[in-house]
């Protein structure tokens, strides 16, 4: 943190409760400088914050993490390097230990159970994130009380001790209406998957389109019968987070 004051998460919620994303993102900033970073995996609206970090003019100050599992769709990869062009970030990716055809050599395919999934999304999105413990205070993901489920009442500040930092969500109360007309406002750069029946984007081999009037979240692990339908990169996420 700027001044090594540790900030009060229950008056910074109380306080920030229903703001909007700048105001938000601008005390992030000034709390934590640049020990603050963006963590995306740039979907629609981890691309709407992108977009809003490059306006704030603070691109050359927050680094954005992205975690890469080595199996993400082709489109995800050219929407980064649009984002990356477009809006002049640094994004940083982390890759698991193994590539994905060596852990199914040494392990064998492992998203294909209900257990396996966990171990890989384990190894293959939470694991890695370690590797950025100690170099940022906060990080700010995308996640909207909108997305309902286990997203609903997400708080704007959470702790995180597993990286022992801060996680911020300046997009908690951002609704999908007004989400959808800041991408169109600002023409902001997004995965073309979304128009083409992906609500949601993760990896190839446990993501697919969605039919219209199934849950936003039906495209994840379809094949495990939604079994899980968060991969848990997110504290707020798990199944054993209490508010
Ligand atoms: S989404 Fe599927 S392939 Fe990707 S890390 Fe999780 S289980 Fe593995």
Redesign the pocket.
């Known amino acids: 943190m700027t001044d090594g004051q540790q900030p009060d998460l229950k008056q910074v919620n109380t306080v920030f409760d229903d703001s909007d994303p700048e105001e938000i993102i601008r005390w992030a900033h000034e709390t934590f400088g640049n020990r603050m970073a963006v963590l995306s995996s740039f979907q629609k609206s981890g691309c709407a914050l992108c977009h809003m970090i490059s306006r704030m003019g603070l691109q050359k100050e927050v680094d954005v993490v992205f975690v890469d599992?080595g199996?993400n769709f082709r489109e995800t990869y050219e929407t980064i390097d649009r984002v990356r062009e477009t809006y002049g970030l640094n994004i940083v990716s982390l890759h698991p230990k193994r590539t994905?055809a060596e852990q199914c050599r040494e392990e064998g395919v492992?998203?294909i159970t209900p257990e396996?999934?966990?171990r890989?999304?384990y190894?293959?999105?939470r694991e890695p994130l370690f590797q950025i413990a100690g170099k940022y205070d906060a990080l700010l993901a995308s996640l909207r009380r909108a997305d309902g489920g286990r997203r609903e009442r997400v708080p704007i500040v959470v702790p995180d001790s597993d990286l022992k930092l801060l996680r911020v969500h300046p997009l908690a109360n951002f609704m999908d209406q007004e989400l959808e007309a800041y991408i169109q406002r600002h023409e902001v750069v997004t995965n073309p998957l979304h128009e083409q029946g992906y609500p949601t984007i993760?990896?190839?081999?446990?993501?697919t389109p969605v039919l219209e009037g199934e849950p936003r979240r039906a495209g994840?692990?379809r094949h495990l019968e939604h079994a899980n339908t968060y991969?848990e990169i997110n504290p707020t996420d798990r199944a054993d987070y209490t508010i």
């Open positions: 599992t199996v994905m492992l998203y396996g999934q966990k890989c999304c190894m293959r999105k993760s990896c190839d081999r446990c993501t994840r692990w991969c």
